[in-house]
């Protein structure tokens, strides 16, 4: 997968002494940063996403609950939960001077797997981001995913989804993206994290576009996609 690619092509820069900015930590400082490095950008994988979601969710409400705990498992490793009688609970003053309440992880696992579920929305951030940013990332996206279907066909290869621009790209594929993959995930997120809500919120709003967008598309088809400017919102 893409993810295996990334990890080791970033392992290897740190081969390089002149960009290995890690080289004073001792071995076993080392060797954890690597295993929590590798986990959080496995995370990513779509193939793990609904099973990481799923995870976070029931992980957080048991333990709100103050129920036992499932057993919990990462990508490379699994652990047995301990039971939480209560729901610990930690001070976040957010940028707006205001107090939000989160929930202090119980062990490094329990904040592995916040930390893989703030990667992930991180990873899909311009979906929270304004709206004019969001809508130029979708189009210069669409752009990338057009271009590499061009070199696919060019040589012969299968078209991958998505790629080839005689059909639908992203632009046309927003609605069903929001609704079963962002929207639950910063959903979860920002119920946990409450500073984070603004992230929530954000998501929300583009969505809204989407929607009017295919709105439009239904009633006059030949309605194209173009990046949003300030007086357009």
């Not at 081969?15 to 076993?28: E, I, T, Y």
């Not at 490793?77 to 939480?84: C, L």
């Not at 107090?99 to 899909?124: N, T």
């Amino acid at each position: 997968p893409m993810e295996n690619h990334h990890l080791a092509a970033a392992f290897t820069q740190l081969l390089r002494p002149q960009q290995n900015f890690v080289s004073k930590l001792a071995r076993p400082d080392f060797d954890r940063m690597r295993r929590m490095v590798v986990e959080l950008v496995l995370a990513t994988d779509m193939k793990q996403h609904f099973s990481t979601i799923t995870h976070f969710k029931t992980l957080h409400r048991l333990a709100a609950a103050g129920d036992d705990l499932p057993t919990t498992s990462s990508n490379t490793r699994s652990f047995k939960a301990p039971r939480r009688t209560s729901f610990k609970i930690a001070a976040d003053t957010g940028s707006d001077g205001m107090s939000a309440s989160i929930p202090a992880p119980r062990d490094d696992a329990d904040r592995l797997l916040g930390l893989q579920m703030a990667l992930k929305c991180a990873d899909l951030g311009h979906l929270a981001a304004p709206p004019e940013v969001h809508a130029k990332w979708v189009d210069l996206l669409e752009q990338e995913f057009f271009a590499q279907g061009d070199r696919e066909r060019a040589a012969g290869l299968p078209i991958s989804p998505l790629f080839d621009r005689t059909k639908p790209g992203v632009t046309k594929s927003q609605v069903g993206f929001f609704q079963f993959v962002a929207i639950p995930m910063f959903k979860s997120f920002s119920d946990v994290f409450k500073g984070c809500s603004p992230l929530f919120n954000g998501i929300t709003d583009n969505y809204t576009y989407w929607l009017e967008v295919e709105k439009q598309k239904k009633t006059t088809p030949s309605t194209s996609f173009a990046p949003r400017s300030a007086g357009q919102l």
